[in-house]
T-cell receptor, first 115, second 117 residues
Framework: AQSVAQPEDQVNVAEGNPLTVKCTYS??????LFWYVQYPNRGLQFLLK??????LVKGSYGFEAEFNKSQTSFHLKKPSALVSDSALYFC?????????????FGTGTKLQVIP | GAVVSQHPSRVICKSGTSVKIECRSL??????MFWYRQFPKKSLMLMAT?????????EQGVEKDKFLINHASLTLSTLTVTSAHPEDSSFYIC?????????????FGPGTRLTVT
């Protein structure tokens, strides 16, 4: 079984400061990892994904995430937070061990960027 | 590109009636579509996966006779909540995947807020 943990319900950061939203995962095979963002009353928007290759993945809106296999983590980062980054962020994982398997989402982390 | 629409965005219905929600991929063909339910302060719960032209695969605990899913074309999937009850009130989100390598990414619709009175 695969699972995703987002240990923080909410992260507060001052505008201009770097931000990190944490995610750890568990799969039996090789993971495909994703980050999505959800704005109020909206669907999810794809930010970035890790499939293979470089551990540092760059995505939309200046976000990046680092895949760490030994720590089974895929934390989302941004060097300088904007007020407009305030939203709900979801980490997701799919086990790429052959055949299609569903994507499992974390419980989400609310990011609040304070002006 | 990769736009998914949902209609309606909000619906209020009376208990016992049925409601149909449409999910359309506007600029790509969606081999696979997914239906999720999102509870307040909770993650997305996958309800079912549908492939064009075949029966949907429902997740454990989801009543297939209550949540009817039809994926009649490569751009349209519908979710019908039959005999709705207040506990069915929720935010329903669909997503679509182009298939193949694109199966890795899902493109989400804006969601439908269902309120059953």
């Amino acid at each position: 079984a695969q699972s995703v943990a987002q240990p923080e319900d909410q992260v507060n950061v001052a505008e201009g400061n770097p931000l990190t939203v944490k995610c750890t995962y568990s799969v039996s095979g090789n993971p495909y990892l994703f980050w999505y963002v959800q704005y109020p009353n909206r669907g999810l928007q794809f930010l970035l994904k890790y499939i293979t290759g470089d551990n540092l993945v760059k995505g939309s809106y200046g976000f990046e995430a680092e895949f760490n296999k030994s720590q089974t983590s895929f934390h989302l980062k941004k060097p300088s937070a904007l007020v407009s980054d305030s939203a709900l962020y979801f980490c997701a994982v799919r086990d790429h061990s052959g055949g299609y398997q569903k994507v499992t989402f974390g419980t989400g982390t609310k990011l609040q960027v304070i002006p | 590109g990769a736009v998914v629409s949902q209609h309606p965005s909000r619906v209020i219905c009376k208990s016992g009636t049925s409601v149909k929600i449409e999910c359309r991929s506007l600029d790509f063909q969606a081999t696979t579509m997914f239906w999720y339910r999102q509870f307040p302060k909770k993650s997305l719960m996958l309800m079912a996966t549908s492939n064009e032209g075949s029966k949907a695969t429902y997740e454990q605990g989801v009543e297939k006779d209550k949540f009817l899913i039809n994926h009649a074309s490569l751009t349209l999937s519908t979710l019908t909540v039959t005999s709705a009850h207040p506990e069915d009130s929720s935010f329903y989100i669909c997503s679509a995947s182009p298939g193949g390598r694109g199966l890795d990414e899902q493109y989400f619709g804006p969601g439908t807020r269902l309120t059953v009175t």
